[in-house]
């Protein structure tokens, strides 16, 4: 009884809202038709037709957050990824929403006793440790994957890079980023048959179809798990066809592509490879936690010859060689973009490091290469972070970039940035940062 | 199901006869719990967000929760779909537990008037209209009072049920023991209960007189006092009516009081009232999960029906009730618990008899066979929350019998590794841990005095923690709004120092936020005062 009232409830109340007008399908006025089974098996308290719930989207809610800051009031919703590791190396990944609620809450983190507690139980004396675990999180997970395997791409990164992605998506865009190709940005649908549908649909999901029938007649008893059977015996419920059917998913595809070429030659030993590699996990931390999985990451590092290594804790890590020519790594850089033919599904941008120190004087080559590259790049940004003692004046680098006009001529495509490596400090890293995207 | 309920109330259990029992899928358990379980609670973006958020992380790891049981009348209780039927038994009987509790313990006082779902479900109505009227600007107002709904006065509105019984002390001599000597004076301990013996002998030689001869006295000792009295009445005068904060702003807050702005405060309201309704539920966690653990196990070991599932039980049930090498588990400490109160109490043990014993061995056999353990548990059920209950009954016997102890977690540099080492054994530091966990929001009320329409001052009463800086400027932002002009919080923030001998010392240092057309300023008010 009690049921039925409250029921009858939530449809008056449907219909009395005026925002939302849908088709009601709830029982119809027949008193006979309600019975407890029946009412039971339709009890849908998160049905969306009924007010009890009306569960958002993930797009109306950031469609939302957008409107507050219109309002005067800061964003609250933000993105992190939540990482499952698998065997061999792999790992799933989801891409989560999270919010918090300020409120007025106790901090426990100041106090004079400054380690966790929590409690224990069983044998053991006071002072016995009783349980280890890696303060990395990453060590001894193995490393190494190769760039090209997807979403467990950035595994080897510090664990802090999230936080600090999360600072800086604050101050950060990604300049010129248009819709490429076939790949679409995280508001766009594609249609594919990926549901699964019992009875009807477009395409007949034969294993999954089989699993259910053998299900069913083993409830049946007609099959014995110990004994063989005869498939023609078996019993075919409608409800065990499983069908694919069309269905609207959101496209996750990447549509970035990120260079990030760095000088490692003898020269740069010390501060400036300290100042570019800092520069390049910020903006890699960044990028890793405002476009996720959008964002497709390559890495170069060069002395007198280039070289793709797999992953950013390679390319962070990278110790110093021999000496240096820019244009290599510029090359290989084409090479990749042309052979994968890249910009015609992606925007793709060039981070590159160096000290600015090159044997060839003139630049000729690197000119050369430059100019194709920023045929194809959204966003070329060049970092010289200058060694002391080429303290007043132009680096190698600096003379011939000038001198070419691109600056002026590609301004919208080109930006170089030049910092002190002895004294620059991370708010100037930042600042660069800027210079460089926006 | 009513056979459990015949067995519940014949092992002493007391609950209402109505219950409502759902079976529901993983999904909608994801779905429900951002709401506090409670399906026609009021919609926001929040448990939207929290609901995605959870359903993505599902997709890695999958959880399969068996139950939930929500305080409504009558109490509804969701069942997972994947739980074989012997499983669903053994979980009734927690959840009778549960309602027993919900239904019996004097910190869900408040809740025993109205059902909540019922409530809800005319708040959320209430809501969607507001909404299609004001807009997105409804979901500010929820967030605002959101924001301060952990201030709601839970503990106030209670106590005015305790009030029922007339306390003869008179105002002026509370204010005397309460207030003057504690906050004003700074006396000890030991001087106020001197002075209460003195004031309970004045009141046995004369019960006409006593009162006004020893204030005769007070005035003589502190002339002040009788000044410092009337004050104190004013401002009591002024603040009276109010339960929390919250109701403070709803009331005395002339943006909010405007005719237009009138729909706010009924937001507010519903916020406010929800977030109370939650409170006991927040505070009886470990007792309460204690509670059914405990009564689950009992009462299905001795019910018919577990034949043939008996192992499936053992390892089920040890996976809820036991209790982990290291980590805090709710259920298994609250249960442990009542065991021992209960056994402690079939020997007596709780009376004055053992308590004035002082011999180890004497201790440890004695047993009166009062057997009055069953009703003690029930005593605690009934009068008991987590602080209460943690804070009276865990001693070293206890701490003993079950090897408990707390964890520390340090790192070792040299390795690269957090180790995790049995600190403690000590019943006292197993205590604090304890309570260290327990939800305890900050008390934060208004300064009357420094309050007018174009300022609210709140002072935060510090104990020894400072709040989570960063969340205040978003806070007071929204404090701001509701009270239509300035906001100022006074506060107590810990500033850490190293010493030139590489200790570290903390120094309290008193700070005023203000809050002005959305910009946060902050001063310091006094001198830095060493911990």
């Known amino acids: 009884m009690e049921q039925l009232n409250d029921d009858e409830i939530k449809k008056h109340d449907f219909e009395g809202e005026k925002n939302e007008k849908k088709s009601s399908n709830t029982h119809s006025g027949e008193i006979y038709l309600w019975n407890d089974f029946?009412?039971?098996?339709?009890?849908?308290?998160?049905?969306?037709?009924?007010?009890?719930?009306?569960?958002?989207t993930l797009d109306e809610l950031v469609e939302k957050d957008k409107q507050r800051e219109k309002d005067g009031f800061p964003k609250r919703i933000r993105f992190g990824k939540v990482v499952k590791p698998l065997s061999g190396n792999k790992a799933k990944v989801v891409v989560v929403p999270t919010t918090t609620e300020p409120k007025f809450y106790h901090d426990d983190s100041i106090t004079e006793d400054e380690e966790e507690t929590t409690g224990g139980s069983g044998k053991g004396e006071e002072g016995e440790i009783i349980g280890k675990q890696y303060a990395d999180p990453h060590q001894g997970e193995g490393s190494g994957e190769g760039a090209g395997q997807g979403d467990s791409e950035d595994h080897d990164i510090a664990a802090d890079a999230q936080e600090l992605g999360k600072i800086l998506t604050e101050e950060f865009h990604l300049p010129n980023l248009k819709n490429k190709g076939n790949k679409h940005s995280l508001k766009k649908y594609t249609y594919t048959l990926t549901d699964r549908n019992r009875e009807f649909g477009q395409l007949l999901d034969k294993k999954e179809t089989l699993k259910s029938i053998i299900k069913t007649n083993i409830v049946l008893d007609n099959i014995n798990p110990d004994d063989f059977f005869d498939p023609s015996n078996l019993v075919i419920n409608p409800k065990d066809k499983i069908y694919r059917i069309m269905s609207k998913e959101k496209d996750f595809e990447a549509q970035a592509v990120v260079f990030f070429v760095r000088d490692y030659s003898g020269s740069m030993s010390g501060k400036p490879a300290e100042i570019v590699v800092s520069q390049h996990l910020m903006i890699y931390s960044w990028l890793m936690y405002q476009y996720q999985s959008n964002v497709l990451t390559k890495f170069i590092v060069h002395d007198t010859e280039a070289k793709v290594v797999p992953d950013f804790y390679t390319y962070y890590r990278y110790q110093v060689a021999g000496g240096t020519y820019v244009f290599p790594a510029f090359e290989l850089l084409n090479k990749i973009i042309e052979t994968e033919q890249l910009q015609k599904d992606y925007n793709i941008y060039v981070f590159y490091g160096t000290d600015g120190d090159d044997w060839e004087n003139d630049g000729k080559k690197m000119l050369d290469e430059l100019r194709k590259t920023l045929v194809y790049s959204s966003r070329c940004g060049i970092t010289i972070a200058k060694n002391s003692w080429a303290k007043g004046q132009k680096t190698v680098v600096e003379k011939y970039i000038e001198s070419s006009g691109l600056l002026t001529d590609k301004k919208e495509f080109f930006k170089m940035d030049t910092l002190e490596a002895e004294k620059a400090t991370d708010d100037e890293i930042i600042k660069s940062i800027k210079k460089l995207i926006q | 199901?009513?056979?459990?309920?015949?067995?519940?109330?014949?092992?002493?259990?007391?609950?209402?006869?109505?219950?409502?029992?759902?079976?529901?899928?993983?999904?909608?358990?994801?779905?429900?719990?951002?709401?506090?379980?409670?399906?026609?609670?009021?919609?926001?973006?929040?448990?939207?967000?929290?609901?995605?958020?959870?359903?993505?992380?599902?997709?890695?790891?999958?959880?399969?929760?068996?139950?939930?049981?929500?305080?409504?009348?009558?109490a509804i209780s969701f069942y997972n779909d994947n739980n074989p039927d012997w499983l669903n038994i053994m979980i009734f009987y927690h959840v009778l537990g549960h309602i027993d509790f919900f239904q019996n313990n004097i910190f869900f006082r408040e809740t025993w008037n109205y059902d909540f779902a019922g409530k809800a479900l005319a708040d959320k109505r209430l809501i969607n209209s507001l909404r299609s009227e004001y807009g997105r600007w409804v979901d500010y107002i929820i967030e605002f009072s959101r924001n301060i709904n952990n201030l709601n006065g839970y503990n106030k509105i209670l106590s005015h049920y305790r009030n029922e019984k007339k306390d003869e002390t008179s105002e002026i001599i509370k204010y005397y023991f309460n207030v003057f000597l504690q906050d004003i004076k700074h006396k000890n301990t030991n001087y106020i209960s001197n002075q209460i013996n003195i004031f309970n002998e004045y009141i046995s030689n004369n019960k006409e007189i006593g009162e006004t001869l020893f204030l005769a006295n007070i005035n003589k000792q502190f002339p002040e006092f009788d000044a410092k009295f009337k004050k104190y009445q004013q401002s009591a005068e002024k603040q009276k009516h109010f339960n929390d904060i919250i109701e403070f702003i709803s009331d005395k807050s002339t943006f909010l009081n405007k005719e237009e702005n009138l729909w706010m405060k009924q937001v507010i309201d519903i916020v406010r009232e929800t977030a109370i309704y939650f409170e006991p539920q927040i505070r009886t966690k470990t007792i309460n999960e204690g509670w059914a653990s405990f009564w689950h196990e009992r009462m299905f070991m001795s019910d018919d029906r577990i034949k043939g599932h008996e192992s499936e039980f053992a390892k089920i049930n040890a996976g809820v009730t036991s209790i982990s090498r290291i980590g805090l588990n709710p259920y298994a400490i609250g249960m442990r618990l009542l065991k021992f109160i209960e056994n402690q109490a079939d020997k007596g043990k709780f009376e004055y008899d053992f308590q004035k014993i002082n011999n180890i061995e004497q201790r440890a056999n004695f047993n009166n066979n009062s057997n009055s353990g069953i009703d003690s548990i029930f005593e605690v059920r009934r009068n008991f929350n987590d602080f209460t209950f943690v804070n009276t009954f865990v001693n070293q016997d206890f701490v003993d019998e079950y090897n408990l102890f707390t964890v520390g977690k340090r790192l070792n540099e040299k390795q690269g590794i957090f180790e995790y080492y049995i600190k403690s054994r000590k019943a006292e530091d197993y205590k604090k841990m304890l309570i260290e966990n327990q939800y305890h929001p900050p008390l934060i009320n208004v300064n009357i005095d420094k309050?007018?329409?174009?300022?609210?001052?709140?002072?935060?009463?510090?104990?020894?923690?400072?709040?989570?800086?960063?969340?205040?400027?978003?806070?007071?932002?929204?404090?701001?709004?509701?009270?239509?002009?300035?906001?100022?919080?006074?506060?107590?923030?810990?500033?850490?120092?190293?010493?030139?001998?590489?200790?570290?010392?903390?120094?309290?240092?008193?700070v005023i936020y203000t809050c002005k057309n959305k910009k946060i300023t902050k001063t310091q008010i006094d001198n830095p005062k060493t911990a």
């Open chain 1, 38 to 56: 029946q009412l039971l098996l339709n009890f849908k308290p998160f049905n969306s037709e009924f007010p009890v719930t009306n569960l958002k």
């Open chain 2, 451 to 510: 309050t007018n329409d174009k300022n609210l001052y709140l002072v935060h009463q510090f104990e020894n923690k400072q709040l989570i800086k960063d969340f205040i400027p978003d806070t007071l932002i929204g404090i701001e709004f509701l009270w239509g002009n300035q906001v100022q919080l006074e506060t107590i923030e810990i500033v850490k120092q190293q010493l030139a001998n590489h200790d570290t010392k903390f120094i309290n240092r008193k």
């Open chain 2, 1 to 74: 199901m009513e056979e459990c309920k015949i067995r519940a109330r014949d092992a002493g259990l007391v609950f209402d006869n109505e219950t409502l029992e759902y079976i529901v899928t993983n999904r909608d358990m994801l779905e429900l719990s951002p709401k506090g379980m409670i399906p026609t609670l009021y919609d926001y973006w929040v448990n939207d967000v929290e609901t995605i958020k959870k359903k993505e992380i599902y997709k890695l790891y999958p959880s399969n929760p068996y139950e939930t049981v929500i305080n409504t009348r009558p």
